[in-house]
């Protein structure tokens, strides 16, 4: 079946512009996950959503970063004003339930953003 | 705060010799572990984890993982590797209370197999 899909797949940015990121989660999975990997990194958590409800954002860097779920399915991560620190890859994550801390995640192929 | 620790940056291993990668966690409560892969340009793939019960994990692709809780370790172990195998590996903590869902990984170990 079809996995995360994630889109672009490369991004580049110049300082200041605003990006959108999307992510298509395993249908009927109900948690999705963003992550942040820094180049030679380990991916860090940016914000959890049950549903359309975003349950944690203790990720995200600044205010800048904002993330969406309006129906409980895709997801959208936007940057404002973009800085070179917030060139990584942007990982998105879906699990089939509620229970996340027991659960394996199915990830994305990431979004490659490079802000010049 | 949890955390995750991968002491090696690289580790290399000969085809068809064991290998082993270190993962040292902290976490308050029991706590629950994982193991991932990337392949390049790949996300994470679900290797194995351990929740409770018997130490030693079996996961896929012939890889298995053994709990330590009193060294706070669990080290991902193959008996015979595989060229493969070469891709990085994550380390991964997850609190065994409900509020905070997130896991916590370490900074990946690179595996290299030679022929």
């Known amino acids: 079946g079809a996995g995360v899909s994630q889109s672009p797949r490369y991004k580049v940015a110049k300082r200041g512009q605003d990006v959108a990121l999307r992510c298509d989660p395993i249908?009927?999975?109900?948690?999705l996950f963003w992550y942040q990997q820094a180049l030679g990194q380990g991916p860090e958590f940016l914000t959890y959503?049950?549903?359309?409800?975003?349950?944690?954002k203790s990720g995200l860097p600044s205010d800048r970063f904002f993330a969406e779920r309006p129906e409980g399915s895709v997801s959208t991560l936007k940057i404002q004003r973009t800085q070179q620190e917030d060139s990584a890859v942007y990982l998105c994550?879906?699990?089939?339930?509620?229970?996340?801390?027991?659960?394996?995640?199915?990830f994305g192929n990431g979004t490659r953003l490079t802000v010049t | 705060a949890q955390s995750v620790a991968q002491p090696e940056d690289q580790v290399n291993v000969a085809e068809g010799n064991p290998l082993t990668v270190k993962c040292t966690y902290s976490?308050?409560?029991?706590?629950?572990l994982f193991w991932y892969v990337q392949y390049p340009n790949r996300g994470l793939q679900f290797l194995l984890k351990?929740?409770?019960?018997?130490?030693l994990v079996k996961g896929s692709y012939g890889f298995e993982a053994e709990f330590n809780k009193s060294q706070t370790s669990f080290h991902l172990k193959k008996p015979s590797a595989l060229v493969s195998d070469s891709a990085l590996y994550f380390c991964?903590?997850?609190?065994?209370?409900?509020?905070?869902?997130?896991?916590?990984f370490g900074s990946g170990t690179r595996l290299q197999v030679q022929p």
């Open positions: 994550a879906s699990s089939p339930g509620t229970e996340t801390y027991n659960s394996p995640l199915h």
């Open positions: 959503f049950q549903n359309e409800a975003q349950l944690d």
């Open positions: 249908s009927g999975h109900v948690s």
């Open positions: 351990y929740i409770t019960g018997d130490n």
């Open positions: 991964a903590v997850s609190p065994s209370h409900a509020g905070r869902r997130a896991l916590t």
């Open positions: 976490v308050s409560g029991n706590p629950y």
